[in-house]
């Protein structure tokens, strides 16, 4: 029965078991024993009772038993499904919270800490939209493996399920390694991968709680933690955030603004404020930038600030992202000449497989010409997918709109995408604007640049937040084409929007005479 092991001595703990009930003639039932039979790993069931002879004396056991090797193997493979996740192979949310368990305890006993870090892949559910779910699914393995390669001895690493995931530090005594960790995990997670010949990029929120202090039950932390991983994600992601008690306030507005933002499509809450963009010499209204506003009855005024980056969080961005296409196209018509409008276009968006339609019905319902419509998109979309945003681009490009870059040179600022896209006009951020006013050396650099290459790719340049006199003289000496900002109006009313034409035709008739 012992095999190989015989000779050396080293017995499995199950034999050893057998070994004493046999010395010392007990009784056994349902012993399971690990044998050794060919080479082969087997397990036997054994029950067994000693026998005595006519005259009472010892005469060996009686017994019998049955291979339950499958069963065996089954059963482990049931524990194992039970506390491991099958596709990346951590530990699953229910060995989580035995870890968590454990590592509470511990501290408790020791007067010590621990420490539970919760955290959301930024940007993961485009990828799984846009390129499916086994490209998903070989992304989240990829990052498994990048989390395991950063933890240590002290640190249990898990996926709590879709793209979430979370480390447990037994001791958490050195606070410093609270945020050592979640750098590191940020940093790693932020770096390209190489999945199925596609350039993915995700990045990583987290939010972490500190036990007992945070918390001394597995819920309470797993909770609190929950909650600054809000906090981190409502920050723009890719950020660390650590518990506070306010951050249940935090949470309870977040969620009664969601709850009102779900409704206020259909409650017709939303507005369009439109912003004139000039040419930088006549000062002739060119276009009209479309901003969205919200005036809620239970909220008041949100800023766009607040409720944008919760509709994209929440998906609610496509819908009303359609609903302002429609009002655009629907005012613009109204306006004279080749006038134009400009919307914003996030990167939810564009990436569903609805939008090129939106483009069209827009167009085709408010009878506006596609040259007279302009999307406006920012660096960041190219991050999340660049082949489908590209795509994407090119066929609303097709219909005839024009494509402008946003805030171009404060995010990522690849020229790659320039070189690809043939983008009708590149906005420069106003804190160029506002430093090359001020004589800043790098932001004069930059807008020359931006201009030069802008010209060199016959594409038009818009100089954004235009405040004064001295802003305005510098961007239009920088060879900027077109101007918007206060100086020439803040975003207004549709009907006020259609007066700045009459007072144009007035200054016009006025100059003339």
Same mark, same amino acid.
Not at 58 to 87: M, N, P
Not at 104 to 122: G, N, Q
Not at 431 to 454: C, D, H, K, W, Y
């Given at each position: ?23 010392? +003639? ?18 036997? /069931?054994? =029950? ?24 065996? /193997? =089954? =059963? ?20 989580? $919270?035995?870890?968590? &368990? ?12 621990? &420490?539970?870090?919760?955290?959301? %892949? ?24 990048? %989390? ?67 918390? $001394? ?18 920050? #723009? ?15 309870? *507005?977040?969620?009664?603004? !969601? ?21 930088? *010499?006549?000062? +002739? ?75 069209? #019905? ?37 219909? #005839? ?7 171009? #040179? ?26 090359? &006013? ?25 100089? !954004? ?30 009907? /006020?929007? =259609? ?15």
């Amino acid at each position: 029965m012992a095999g190989p092991a015989w000779d050396t001595g080293q017995f499995p703990s199950s034999l050893h078991d057998l070994a004493e009930r046999l010395k010392r +003639r007990e009784s056994f039932s349902n012993l399971l024993v690990r044998v050794t039979i060919g080479g082969q790993q087997r397990w036997w /069931e054994l =029950s067994g009772t000693p026998r005595l002879d006519d005259h009472g004396n010892f005469d060996g056991f009686r017994g019998v038993g049955s291979d339950v090797t499958e069963q065996r /193997e =089954s =059963s482990d493979k049931i524990a194992y499904l039970a506390r491991y996740d099958t596709l990346t192979g951590l530990p699953n949310r229910l060995m989580l $919270n035995e870890a968590l &368990a454990d590592a509470l305890a511990y501290a408790e006993k020791w007067r010590t800490r621990c &420490a539970f870090l919760m955290i959301d %892949l930024d940007r993961f559910k485009a990828v799984n939209d846009t390129l499916g779910h086994l490209v998903g699914d070989q992304l989240l393995a990829k990052v498994s493996d990048r %989390l395991q390669e950063e933890l240590t001895d002290n640190e249990v690493c898990g996926r709590l399920g879709g793209d979430e995931f979370a480390i447990v530090i037994r001791d958490a005594s050195d606070l410093a390694r609270i945020e050592q960790v979640a750098e590191r995990v940020i940093e790693r997670l932020s770096a390209p991968y190489e999945v199925d010949h596609h350039t993915l990029y995700v990045g990583a929120s987290i939010g972490s709680a500190l036990g007992p202090r945070d918390g $001394n039950t597995v819920e309470t932390l797993m909770r609190n933690a929950d909650l600054a991983l809000y906090r981190s994600k409502d920050s #723009g992601g890719n950020a660390h955030c650590t518990y506070e008690p306010s951050l249940h306030a935090h949470a309870e *507005e977040r969620r009664k603004l !969601e709850f009102s933002l779900r409704r206020a499509l259909d409650r017709n809450e939303f507005v369009l404020h439109y912003q004139p963009v000039v040419d930088a *010499e006549s000062e +002739r209204i060119l276009s009209f930038e479309a901003l969205v506003r919200w005036n809620s009855p239970e909220h008041g005024f949100v800023s766009p600030g607040k409720f944008i980056p919760l509709a994209e969080d929440t998906r609610l961005i496509v819908p009303i992202g359609e609903w302002v296409l429609r009002e655009a196209c629907r005012e613009a018509i109204k306006w004279p000449g080749d006038t134009k409008v400009a919307v914003n276009v996030s990167g939810e968006q564009l990436l569903d497989t609805n939008f090129v339609a939106s483009v069209v #019905g827009a167009l085709s319902s408010s009878g506006l010409p596609a040259h007279r419509l302009e999307v406006e998109v920012t660096e960041s979309i190219f991050l999340r997918d660049a082949t489908m945003a590209r795509t994407a681009l090119e066929k609303v490009m097709a219909l #005839g709109c024009g494509v402008a870059l946003d805030d171009f #040179g404060t995010g990522y600022s690849s020229l790659g995408y320039l070189r690809r896209l043939r983008f009708s006009t590149i906005k420069v951020d106003r804190s160029f604007v506002q430093g090359a &006013a001020t004589g800043n050396p790098e932001s004069l650099a930059i807008i020359r640049a931006v201009v030069a290459m802008a010209d060199s790719l016959e594409m038009s340049t818009t100089a !954004e937040g235009v405040e004064n006199e001295a802003e305005l003289e510098i961007v239009r000496k920088l060879g900027c084409r077109k101007i918007q900002g206060f100086y020439f109006g803040r975003p207004m009313p549709a009907d /006020e929007a =259609s007066g700045l034409f009459r007072q144009w035709d007035v200054m016009r008739s006025d100059s003339a005479a």
